[in-house]
């Protein structure tokens, strides 16, 4: 936790943005922050908000480097920021710290591609012919 | 008598979204038997046929209370009856929600889509009786936020914990965007003290059950409403056979661990 800072951010503040460069992390301990993407022509577009006790931003460990998507504060937001340069070299240092490091953004990596798959198959569509529980 | 429906008159009616009405139903001469949280009634939409529908709310006296979403041919002439309308009914079928198996626990209750109309009387009945629970936990996804039931009670929901997430955000939505297992991080729970409940959608409810168990809740704590072909209601026809169930009669409701291994066969 040395290596982390307390950061306050407000609502509506963008965190970074697709494409830039990803030196940074964050482990938001309060309120909300909406992942997004931009769309040519239809503006962003969020496609996951994340919360309290969650890892924001996992570009930082592998090239390129870059943000993947956009990141922006619903509410004010309170989290742990990290400097991936420093993080890295400490996990370089340190293996059995780096391979726990890695294991648990591989978990919140693996949980993302999970939830995303999921909901390409449509999650809470017609539930089938019928349209009612138990055919609920 | 299962097999005779009932005629029930339309009383009530209110569009719920743009595809989902809620009916409120009163008997013309004789009632159905008194329903639980959970069971469904066989709904005949005169001359177009019938389907099974959950009640969702259990209403005072012999009224039923039914939310159907119109995606076929029956479910649309449902919603598309007028107070005065007519309905057949048959009933009530099913296993229930067990909320007395839940008593000093807390709670999930744990919605999908449509999934929500099912769990609201178990809501009811927990709000009844407050101190016979732990903590109440109602999380619901929703494909948008058009698509969200019961939209004006959640504030009565919040004061437990209420939460929601939908998959497209419309413009102008501030609330959450994600699976609905993404809500069980900010739930208020002791996974070994806790009992859920779900229903949705197939695919939601396995990955709900997994995420539960995942995080320690064992999986006969963790309830889960099936959806098959129901015809007659009886456990005659077989049309509803999942493995050694017949859901119309051995569910809708049962026990993760007992659906757990017919959810993931690939062939029945």
């Known amino acids: ?42 503006g962003r577009a969020v496609v996951e908000t ?25 509410d004010p937001v309170r989290a742990w920021e990290f400097d991936a340069a420093a993080v890295h070299d400490l996990c370089a240092e340190d293996t059995a710290l780096g391979l726990s490091l890695v294991t648990a953004v591989a978990e919140t990596i693996g949980d993302r591609l999970r939830a995303t798959r999921t909901r390409l198959l449509d999650l809470y569509g017609p539930p089938g012919p019928q349209g009612s529980w138990p055919v609920p | ?47 177009v046929g019938e389907i099974p529908v959950s009640v969702s709310r259990l209403a005072d006296g012999h009224r039923l209370t039914h939310t ?3 995606v076929g041919a029956v479910s649309r002439a449902l919603c598309g009856l007028r107070t005065g309308g007519w309905v057949g009914v048959r009933g009530p079928f099913g296993t229930a929600w067990d909320s007395a198996a839940a008593h000093g626990n807390d709670l999930l209750v744990i919605a999908g889509g449509i ?52 998959d497209r955000p419309a413009n102008g939505w501030t609330g959450r965007v994600g699976v609905v297992t993404t809500l069980l991080r900010e739930a208020r729970f002791t996974p070994s003290d806790t009992v859920a409940f779900v229903c949705g959608p197939e695919v939601m409810m396995r990955a709900t059950a997994r995420a539960l168990i995942h995080q320690g809740v064992r999986p006969d704590r963790i309830r889960v409403s099936l959806e098959r072909n129901m015809r007659c209601a009886t456990g005659h026809c077989g049309h509803c056979q999942l493995g050694p169930l017949l859901l119309c009669r051995d569910g809708p409701v049962v026990g993760y661990d007992q659906a757990e291994p017919l959810l993931t066969v690939r062939e029945l």
């Open chain 1, 1 to 42: 936790m040395a290596l982390a800072r307390e950061v306050a951010l407000p609502g509506g503040t963008r965190i970074f943005e697709e494409g830039e460069k990803a030196d940074r992390f964050w482990v938001i301990r309060s309120g909300t922050v909406a992942l997004d993407v931009h769309m040519p022509g239809r």
């Open chain 2, 68 to 70: 159907v979403r119109a």
């Open chain 1, 50 to 74: 994340i919360g309290a006790g969650s890892l924001l931003g996992w570009s930082w460990l592998c090239p390129p480097r870059q943000w993947h998507l956009a990141a922006e504060t619903r």
């Open chain 2, 115 to 166: 999934g929500l109309a099912p769990l609201r009387p178990l809501v009811d009945a927990v709000l009844a009786e407050p101190h016979a629970f732990g903590r109440l936990n109602v999380l619901a996804g929703s494909r948008t936020p058009a698509d969200l039931l019961y939209q004006d009670e959640f504030p009565a929901w919040e004061k437990p914990f209420a939460a929601v997430t939908v």
């Open chain 2, 1 to 47: 008598m299962t097999l005779t429906p009932r005629s029930y008159r339309v009383v009530d009616r209110r569009d719920e979204t743009h595809d989902t009405v809620t009916l409120v139903l009163e008997p013309a001469a004789n009632a159905v038997k008194p329903f639980a949280p959970g069971q469904f009634a066989m709904l005949y939409a005169f001359g």
